[in-house]
Every structure is written in structure tokens, then in C-alpha cells.
């Protein structure tokens, strides 16, 4: 059994749907489980419409982004069939479920209100691609991945329930193959439910978190990502014209990289795979034919320089207002504090006298973080900040990046270099 996992730019248009189809027909759907994210920029359009239903639950715009959401669906359904009714039979039962959610009552949960209503994004991709393989003679069992990978009411971030979601899985899809050997699977990336039956996220980008869970439970043979690159690339190529793809990785560098930032692969994707030893495929949509990257227990014997860039950061340094020493206590509170308002610590270092963060730029998260540690610490910060990390790093690459700006605070391990720089990167020469 196999695990495919497919991203919204795979099925961004109507072109991008018949990709997935020759894609498919290519490895005879037999023992498929096919991951889908949500088409193009719907989860985007989606977020807009949660804050517009949470702001403005009556008004013209929200009526006119619900518009908007079903004529991007729509639309790709026209170019693709020459008769469409069958599929928008099946996309409207979809919206009408979405359009009574915006009209009922909202609760005083906005990520209780952004899971629910954000979900619909993969529950219509994965409608629109079900329906359609089906017209073409491709048999296919749409499953709902909210009934099988079952997380806590952490709303935008669920933590897994492993033993409930694995039984779950086993016996939907287990049970699909058996009644249905010649059939394959559909089912959504990104959502999953509770025990009572709500929907959750497993954090932004979470599908290829999704394929992981599924694999894991099913001991799959492997597990592809198809992307709109070669493979994992040592560096973004909008900025590195030079930048090189990586043949094979181990597990253990993928998670490095992926913790540091990378954005190929969700950082929790790839632990699951490595507890089974289930490979990992990195290949492109648009040739299916090369190589990819293959992610696995093998450890490359040349490394060579990676490179992740955070943009959007801000370096918050802290001096306790008495003028004590920053002391175990003080760490407890500050972290508390950065815990509370859901902002992931992307470096820190501590001095006698100061300690100091670098986070994500969060709208409505870093300045309630602000407010509170200005009540017992002096507080500076910085924006427009850069978090540079580079793995098996040299004093060559290290110039390379930094290109004489400021230097806030530096890192080195033996393998990784992490700065936090004023201003951000510039795109390299040819």
C-alpha cells in the first residue's frame, strides 16, 4: 500500500486535476491512498471568510467571498467536463453545509470557528477530484478524514490521538480494499475531528502531517509528496539561482531542516515515518519520471551547505526591572507567558543579565506577549529581522549570506549556524 499526497498548487486549476489523473493512471490506482490538499489559495479565501463570518457575519463581503469560493470551484469543474452537473451535484451539498454555518450563531472560540469553517476547503477538493475521477471509470472511495484521524480540541493545531486514530484508520481503509479491491482512496490532508465530532486542523500545511498519520497507521510501502519542484533543494531558488536538489536525505536532517524552517516538508511529518521506517518521496508533478529526493535511514556520505530564511521575525531581548539576574523563575514566567499566546520560539539565548527571543511576527500574538513581560522587565525589540539558518555551515557560506548587515544574535552548533540579522536576504547572481 502507498500514500500519495497531493498540495493545493497540484490542483490549483482544471489542467492541474487531469495532471493528478494521469499521474494516477500511471501507477494503476491499485493499493492507493491519495491525500488532497484544498485547490490553489482556497484555505487563504477561507481564513478571510472565518474573520469576515467572525467581524461581519451579515455583511455584503462575506456574501461576496462565499461567491467567490464557489465560482473558483465551479469554474475548474466547466473546463473539465464537458457535462458538469454530476460533480456540482456533489459540490453543492458542500456549500449549502458551509452557508448554514455562516448563518447560524457564531461561539466565543474564534479557532473553533476557523477549524470548522477552514475544513471545507479539502472537503470540496477532495469532492471535485473524487467525483470527477469517477466519471472518468477511475473507482474511487471518498472517506472523511475528520472520522478517522481523531486529535484533543486543540483548535488550529490538534495533538493526535495515535492509538484512536490508527484503529480508525486500519478499519476504514482496511475495510475499503477488502470490499473494494480494485478501488483506491480519497480522503482530505490538513483536517481531522474530535470524539464529539468537530472538525480540527493539524496546524497550517498540515497534509503532509495527514499522509504521515495514515502511512504510520497502515505500515505503507512509502509515501509521495508531489510538488511543483525537482525535489528538497539545499536552498529556495528564488534567491540561489544555484541552488542544487538533495538525491537523498536521512531522516534525521529532513527533521533538522524542517524544524529550522525548511518549507518542502511539515516538521511533523517525517518522525512517524522514521519510528516505521517508511521512505519518503519527494518528487515533481510535472515529471514523474525523475528522480525526486528520497527521504530514508540512509545518511548521505557528502553534505553539503543548506540554507533556511525566516522572514517576518521579531527579536524581543528582556532585563528584569530590578536588576536582578534572569533566573529559573524568570525563564518559567517568560516562557509561560510565549506559551500562552500560541508563538513558537525560533532561538533564544540567555545572558547574566538579559535573555532574548526570536519569534514569528504574528499579528495579534506578539504584542499581548509585550504587554505582559513589560510589567516586570524592561523590554527592547526588533523588527524587520531575519532568522538565517544554515546546516554544515563554513566561513565561505557564512559571508555569503550575511552581506555586511547587522548581526543581533549568532548560534553555532558543530552542523548548524543560526543568525538573526537586520533587513532580509537578497536574490545571488547567476
Known amino acids: 500500500m502507498k500514500v500519495f499526497k497531493f498540495g493545493g498548487a497540484s490542483v490549483k486549476d482544471a489542467a492541474g486535476v487531469r495532471n493528478v489523473a494521469r499521474i494516477l493512471e500511471n501507477f494503476n490506482f491499485s493499493q492507493l491512498v491519495v491525500v488532497i490538499s484544498a485547490i490553489g489559495k482556497t484555505t487563504n479565501l477561507l481564513e478571510e471568510i472565518t474573520r469576515c463570518y467572525w467581524n461581519e457575519p451579515k455583511s455584503m463581503e462575506l456574501t461576496a467571498l462565499v461567491s467567490k469560493l464557489k465560482d473558483n470551484h465551479y469554474s475548474i469543474v466547466n473546463e473539465l467536463v464537458e457535462n458538469p452537473e454530476e460533480i456540482n451535484c456533489k459540490l453543492q451539498p458542500v456549500f449549502t453545509e458551509l452557508e448554514n454555518v455562516l448563518s447560524s450563531e457564531k461561539t466565543d472560540n474564534f ?56 484503529a480508525n484508520v486500519k478499519k476504514e481503509i482496511t475495510g475499503t480494499f477488502k470490499n473494494e479491491p480494485a478501488s483506491f482512496v480519497i480522503t482530505q490532508g490538513f483536517i481531522a475531528g474530535t470524539d464529539n465530532g468537530n472538525s480540527v486542523t493539524l496546524g497550517r500545511e498540515g497534509s503532509d502531517y495527514s499522509a504521515a498519520i495514515l502511512a504510520y497507521s497502515l505500515d505503507a510501502e512509502s509515501v509521495t509528496i508531489w510538488k511543483d519542484v525537482p525535489g528538497v533543494l539545499n536552498a529556495d531558488p528564488k534567491f540561489f539561482p544555484d541552488a542544487v536538489k538533495l538525491d537523498e536525505i536521512s ?9 529550522y524552517g ?40 557528502n553534505l553539503i551547505p543548506s540554507y533556511i530564511f525566516k522572514r517576518n521575525q521579531i527579536l524581543i531581548t528582556l532585563f528584569p526591572k530590578d536588576f536582578s539576574f534572569i533566573g529559573v523563575d524568570n525563564l518559567s514566567e517568560i516562557f509561560n507567558i510565549i506559551f500562552s499566546n500560541k508563538l513558537k520560539i525560533n532561538v533564544m539565548q540567555s545572558t547574566a543579565l538579559s535573555f532574548s527571543v526570536c519569534v514569528d511576527n504574528v499579528e495579534g500574538h506578539v504584542q499581548p506577549v509585550i504587554d ?13 529581522i531575519e532568522l538565517i539558518t544554515i546546516r554544515h555551515y563554513s566561513s565561505e557560506v557564512i559571508d555569503k549570506v550575511v552581506q555586511g548587515r547587522k548581526i543581533y544574535l549568532e548560534q553555532k552548533s558543530r552542523t548548524t549556524l543560526q543568525l538573526v540579522v537586520k533587513g532580509f536576504f537578497t536574490k545571488q547572481s547567476e
Not at 518542502?264 to 514523474?288: A, G, M, R
Not at 505582559?372 to 524587520?384: H, Q, T
Open 372 to 384: 505582559s513581560l513589560m510589567k516586570n522587565y524592561k523590554v527592547k525589540y526588533n523588527n524587520e
Open 111 to 166: 479557532d473553533f470557528e476557523y477549524d470548522r469553517i477552514v475544513s471545507f476547503g479539502e472537503i470540496l477538493s477532495t469532492t471535485l477530484v473524487s467525483t470527477y475521477l469517477n466519471t472518468l471509470g477511475h473507482k474511487n472511495i471518498w472517506l472523511d478524514a475528520r472520522k478517522m484521524i481523531i486529535t484533543d480540541s486543540n483548535y488550529r493545531e490538534g495533538k493526535v490521538d495515535w492509538e484512536k486514530s490508527v
Open 262 to 301: 525548511a518549507t518542502i516538508i511539515h516538521p511533523k511529518t517525517l518522525k512517524p515515518l522514521q519510528n516505521k521506517n517508511i521512505p519518503l518521496y519527494v518528487k515533481s508533478f510535472f515529471d514523474i519520471n525523475a528522480s525526486g529526493t528520497v527521504i530514508s535511514a540512509s545518511i548521505p556520505k
Open 251 to 259: 531522516y534525521e536532517e529532513a527533521i533538522e531542516l524542517s524544524y
